[in-house]
């Protein structure tokens, strides 16, 4: 048996704890976190899944933890890494499925961080973001974004006194881990969620709205927390409860 995690979780500033806050390497875990650099930009789940298990040498990982949106990425990671007969578990946190409106809410976000607050700048093009588009035309969505927030940027840098050359790489520069971030959330939308009969132990706050039992799990086991959302990952409370669900590591 190894003792082994697998935690996929987006880095980058945010007002949520991260995995790492449970510090389950103080347990004697070993911990491996999936999504480093070179980030994909696949808005596809299963595809973003083969990458990253491509990547990995040794056996299955003991179980894949995974925060908010990440959990479609770690279920399409959970089936690929089973071994026969063997389904890898899965534990979220405040897991839930990809949504449209999370995807519009950070591209309106990023526009707005990257021009110091016109996010107002992706209101001209109502199909840029719907609906059909992020569902039907990902990579569509995705290479119409990547222009729209390096064209967005690169105007800033003009206006500080950027050469078109300097301007675009800076731009190009600054926009890459944001748009990273973006593919991310559309490669939520985008799994087959597959039914690997691997078991979910959901540890959720109080009024999350993420089901209650995962599409594809063999079962799935709902455990509350009464946390704030932002504070559920460093909540010794979580922690403790993750960790008697982990059982302990090997050696």
Same mark, same amino acid.
């Not at 990023?110 to 840029?128: C, E, F, M, N, R």
């Given at each position: 048996m190894t003792d082994v995690l697998l935690a996929v979780d987006f880095p980058g500033r945010r007002d949520e704890a991260r995995i790492a806050d449970l510090r389950l390497e103080e347990a004697g875990w070993k911990v491996e976190y999936a999504l480093t650099a070179p980030y994909s930009r696949v808005p596809d789940a299963g595809a973003q899944a083969a990458e990253l298990a491509a990547r990995r040498t040794g056996p299955a990982p003991r179980a894949v933890l995974a925060y908010c949106m990440a959990a479609p990425l770690a279920h399409e990671l959970a089936? *690929?890494?089973?071994? @026969? /007969?063997?389904? +890898?578990?899965?534990?979220?946190?405040? /897991?839930?499925?990809?949504? @449209? #409106? %999370?995807?519009?809410?950070?591209?309106?976000?990023? &526009? /707005?961080?990257?021009? =110091?607050? %016109?996010?107002?700048?992706?209101?001209?093009?109502?199909?840029?973001?719907?609906?059909? &588009?992020?569902? !039907?035309? @990902?990579?569509?969505?995705? %290479?119409? +974004? #990547?222009?729209?927030?390096?064209?967005?940027?690169?105007?800033?840098?003009? !206006?500080? !006194?950027?050469?078109?050359?300097?301007?675009?790489?800076?731009?190009?520069?600054?926009?890459?881990?944001? *748009?990273?971030?973006? &593919?991310?959330?559309?490669?939520?939308?985008?799994?087959?969620?597959? &039914?690997?009969? =691997?078991?979910?132990?959901?540890?959720?706050? @109080?009024?999350?709205? !993420?089901?209650?039992?995962?599409? =594809?799990? =063999?079962?799935?086991e709902n455990h509350l927390v009464d946390s704030g959302r932002n504070d559920l990952l460093r909540d010794p409370r979580t922690r403790e409860l993750a960790l008697t669900l982990l059982g302990p590591p090997t050696a």
């Amino acid at each position: 048996m190894t003792d082994v995690l697998l935690a996929v979780d987006f880095p980058g500033r945010r007002d949520e704890a991260r995995i790492a806050d449970l510090r389950l390497e103080e347990a004697g875990w070993k911990v491996e976190y999936a999504l480093t650099a070179p980030y994909s930009r696949v808005p596809d789940a299963g595809a973003q899944a083969a990458e990253l298990a491509a990547r990995r040498t040794g056996p299955a990982p003991r179980a894949v933890l995974a925060y908010c949106m990440a959990a479609p990425l770690a279920h399409e990671l959970a089936a *690929l890494l089973s071994p @026969p /007969g063997a389904p +890898v578990p899965l534990v979220l946190f405040d /897991g839930e499925p990809g949504r @449209p #409106e %999370a995807v519009r809410d950070a591209a309106r976000t990023v &526009a /707005g961080q990257l021009t =110091g607050g %016109a996010a107002q700048a992706l209101d001209d093009d109502a199909d840029l973001l719907s609906d059909a &588009a992020l569902t !039907g035309r @990902p990579e569509e969505v995705m %290479a119409a +974004v #990547e222009d729209r927030m390096n064209r967005l940027a690169a105007e800033v840098f003009r !206006g500080d !006194g950027f050469d078109e050359t300097e301007a675009w790489a800076a731009a190009t520069q600054v926009s890459g881990f944001y *748009l990273d971030w973006i &593919a991310h959330l559309t490669a939520s939308l985008h799994t087959a969620r597959p &039914a690997w009969g =691997g078991r979910v132990e959901h540890i959720r706050t @109080p009024g999350h709205q !993420g089901p209650r039992r995962w599409p =594809g799990a =063999g079962t799935t086991e709902n455990h509350l927390v009464d946390s704030g959302r932002n504070d559920l990952l460093r909540d010794p409370r979580t922690r403790e409860l993750a960790l008697t669900l982990l059982g302990p590591p090997t050696a």
